[in-house]
């Protein structure tokens, strides 16, 4: 009994070690560059998770519901599409499904949607999500997979036409460049003859933009000092997250929201055997978050393989959702 027991836990320990010793060199390779930068992938362990749908719920973060509000809309245009290209069965593949509250239009609207893949960096906030969903629609096949949404996944093959789902406008947590390495791979992924539906968030007022990133109840400083506790708590760092200061600014030339946490003092923070100084006002950047036109879109697609099919626009040009075919 002990032999046998010994594989499965030496195997799900080593991948627990792999892991940390990725996100361990990641962070190292990140602080020690001259401009400090962590990866917004690591702001989603179970509390960064649950923090993010707090901002998603806030008054000043207008890209959750705008695009919620938006997709009864798309969808209901989308099943006559499909029904116009006698497309009967559908595969939708999100890419960093998180809570899962976006597929649901998607469900209720377009009944040929048969199989569900959700792909998510969070597994555990995965799992119970796909739980949740399986109560709501008991005949829906759903796959669930653990991973980064970046990477190339194989999927379970079937008949179905697949559609790639990446909703929120986490596209723009990618510079342009990564962004069209990930529509690149993501055809690559869901195969010629594919479709995918994404969530565009749009340059708009800049005070908008500072006010979604600022929020007034903090809850975005929260999230962004989160990723900090994590490294304390997983990699035994000394981060005092007092010391540092949630920043949020629109940089125009690029187009894009930056996140910085910002340094109060001179410190120096130790995390396994190195040590990191930082000196007063010199900032960790841990987000991009960039803002496009639909022109600028569709030709970054375009770059990456993919037609554009459609675009859908929320009031007042506040979000966009757009199909790609490939
Ligand atoms: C997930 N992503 C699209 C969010 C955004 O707006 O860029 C992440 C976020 N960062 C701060 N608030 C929300």
């Not at 079937?158 to 069209?180: D, H």
């Not at 969530?199 to 005070?207: I, L």
Request: glycine letters at 6%.
């Amino acid at each position: 009994m002990h032999e046998q027991d010994s594989p499965l836990k030496l195997d799900s320990t080593l991948k627990q070690d792999s892991t940390l010793n990725e996100f361990y060199e990641d962070v190292v390779r990140g602080l020690s560059q001259s401009q400090k930068t962590l990866s917004p992938k690591y702001f989603y362990d179970a509390q960064g998770s649950r923090y993010f749908d707090q901002i998603c719920q806030l008054p000043e973060y207008y890209p959750y519901r705008t695009e919620l509000k938006l997709l009864p809309t798309v969808a209901r245009e989308l099943n006559s599409y499909f029904q116009q290209q006698a497309i009967d069965e559908l595969n939708v593949v999100e890419f960093g499904a998180g809570s899962l509250h976006k597929i649901k239009p998607l469900l209720e609207h377009i009944p040929a949607i048969r199989h569900f893949t959700a792909i998510d960096i969070s597994g555990e906030h995965l799992d119970n999500a796909c739980q949740e969903l399986q109560k709501l629609f008991p005949d829906l096949d759903i796959q669930a997979v653990q991973g980064d949404f970046t990477q190339p996944v194989s999927l379970h093959s079937s008949q179905a036409t697949r559609l790639g789902f990446f909703p929120g406008s986490t596209i723009g947590n990618l510079t342009p460049e990564e962004a069209v390495e990930f529509l690149r791979s993501a055809r690559q992924t869901l195969g010629t003859g594919s479709y995918m539906l994404l969530g565009v968030d749009s340059k708009k007022d800049t005070s908008i933009l500072h006010q979604a990133y600022n929020d007034s109840q903090g809850i975005t400083a929260l999230f962004n000092k989160n990723i900090l506790q994590r490294i304390n708590r997983e990699l035994g760092a000394d981060f005092e997250l007092s010391n540092f200061e949630h920043q949020a600014v629109y940089n125009s030339a690029k187009g894009r929201i930056e996140m910085h946490l910002r340094s109060t003092s001179d410190q120096k923070v130790q995390i396994g055997d190195n040590s990191f100084t930082f000196k007063q006002d010199e900032s960790i950047h841990t987000e991009n978050s960039y803002k496009y036109t639909t022109e600028e879109f569709s030709q970054l697609s375009q770059g990456a393989g993919w037609v554009t099919e459609e675009w859908w626009l929320a009031d007042n040009n506040m979000f966009a959702v757009t199909l790609l075919r490939c």
